[in-house]
Structure formats: C-alpha cells, structure tokens
C-alpha cells in the first residue's frame, strides 16, 4: 500500500472530509489531492499539522501502526487528557478514574484485548513506583 492510499485510509478512520483536513493543514486542495494521489510525497510541515488531529503518521511513512495511536478523535481527547494528568503527578488518579469508570459499567479487565491488560498492568506497576508502593525486589 502507497503512502498517498494510508493517509486516504488515516482520513476515513478519523472520519474526515478532504476539506477539513487541507484546510487545517493549510495547504491546497490541490496539494492535498497530489498526496492522495500519490503524485507528489506530503511535506513535513503538512504531516506535522495533521498528526496534531490523531493522524498516525508513522503508519503513513512506513506502513506500521503504532500501538499508542488514538484510532478515533473521542480516544485522542481521552489520551490529551491521560498525558495531562500525568504531567501534574496524577497519572495514578487518573487510571484509577478510567479504572472506576470501566467498573462502574460492567466491564472485566478480562474483556479487554490481551495486549491492553498488559499495558495496564504496566500502569498500575508506574504508579505504584511513583507512590512509592512498590520496593525492587518485591
């Protein structure tokens, strides 16, 4: 698959109109077509403008998808939010919130896909550290 039909397919997933994203990007509809189209390579000012809307940039380039990529805008906001709390020292306020709110509405950590239970053991692991609750060793 080209680099022009993954940022179309990146497009689709975000459930963006062609306009929206040349017109954010600040480039014609032209240029923004030639991409698309595989006539010309996007620049790097363009992909840096669309990976702040949850383009997957790296997917685009390279054809692999990152594994911590929001998939729609509601998941990118969730993701803002989850970075913000951890750069105040609440990332374990917050996975706890995310963590009530799964439980609050029937939802088993076992239902989730095998590689989101890791990460969040992981998480829990983190901010266990952070508290101080957890000792090498243990």
Do not use: W
Not at 9 to 19: F, N, T, Y
Not at 57 to 63: L, N
Not at 119 to 138: H, I, V
């Amino acid at each position: 698959m080209s680099i022009g039909m993954r940022l179309k397919e990146e497009r689709e997933r975000l459930h963006l109109e062609q306009e929206a994203v040349y017109t954010l990007a600040g480039i014609s509809r032209q240029s923004y077509g030639s991409y698309e189209n595989d006539r010309s390579l996007p620049k790097a000012d363009f992909l840096a403008a669309i990976a702040s809307i949850g383009f997957d940039i790296g997917y685009i380039i390279t054809g692999l998808r990152a594994e911590n990529v929001a998939h729609t805008p509601t998941e990118l906001g969730y993701l803002r939010h989850c970075r913000l709390l951890a750069t105040k020292g609440l990332a374990k306020k917050g996975l706890d919130g995310l963590v009530f709110l799964r439980e609050s509405n029937g939802i088993k950590i076992d239902e989730m896909p095998s590689a989101y239970q890791a990460a969040n053991d992981s998480l829990r692991f983190e901010a266990a550290q952070d508290k101080g609750d957890y000792k090498e060793g243990e």
